[in-house]
């Protein structure tokens, strides 16, 4: 079975600038996540899907990031435009009710904003 | 609020010894799991552990094992006969209303030849 995927690894743009995150989560997992893992902290919620609607958006900062998983499967997070306090490491993961909401992480997409 | 507390930034043990990590929660619910993740160096997050609280008995995974105290809302992960491959960062989870979880700020925990 393959895993979460996630692209790209790394990313390097200066503040100011836009950048985009893909994830492709484990098939037939309806549930996404994306989380934002600063250095030193543990993952922080972003939004959440249930297919293509949004569960959780409570901690997404709207004004700059934006998600979508329009077809209910892989996702896309942008961030428009960076800040410095945007770097980051993002992680994508998908669940499903089938394995008791044990949730599968991507590998994540370092981001750093100079 | 629930959150997740993990009081020790970093551990280190040596190989073969056993180690306990710590995590403490705060819920005003009743039936939820607890989890506990690995992050290794460079390498992606994955599961190690899964309590549910309704459950009297702590789990057990191989050389892994919790012990829950729901009335204190206490997790701690124990880590028998320690190996290199354990070195980690280890992050307690505790589930939101809709199954996404809130991280601890995890432990890095270094284990020795």
């Known amino acids: 079975e393959a895993g979460v995927a996630q692209s790209p690894r790394y990313k390097i743009i200066e503040k100011r600038q836009s950048v985009a995150f893909w994830c492709n989560p484990i098939?037939?997992?309806?549930?996404l996540y994306w989380y934002q893992q600063i250095l030193g902290q543990g993952p922080k919620l972003l939004i959440q899907f249930q297919n293509n609607g949004v569960v959780d958006d409570s901690q997404l900062p709207k004004d700059r990031f934006s998600a979508e998983r329009l077809k209910g499967v892989d996702s896309t997070l942008k961030i428009q435009p960076a800040k410095l306090e945007d770097s980051a490491v993002y992680l994508c993961?998908?669940?499903?009710?089938?394995?008791?909401?044990?949730?599968?992480f991507g590998p994540g997409t370092r981001l750093t904003v100079l | 609020a629930q959150t997740v507390t993990q009081s020790q930034p970093e551990m280190s043990v040596q190989e073969a010894e056993t180690v306990t990590l710590s995590c403490t929660y705060d819920t005003s619910e009743n039936n939820y799991y607890l989890f506990w993740y690995k992050q290794p160096p460079s390498r992606q997050m994955i599961l190690v552990i899964r309590q549910e609280a309704y459950k009297q008995q702590n789990a057990t995974e191989n050389r892994f094992s919790v012990n829950f105290q729901k009335a204190a809302k206490s997790f701690s992960l124990k880590i028998s006969d320690s190996q290199l491959g354990d070195t980690a960062m280890y992050f307690c989870a505790f589930p939101r209303a809709g199954y996404a979880l809130n991280f601890g700020k995890g432990t890095s925990l270094l284990v020795t030849p």
């Open positions: 098939s037939g997992h309806a549930t």
């Open positions: 993961a998908s669940s499903s009710p089938l394995s008791h909401n044990e949730q599968f």
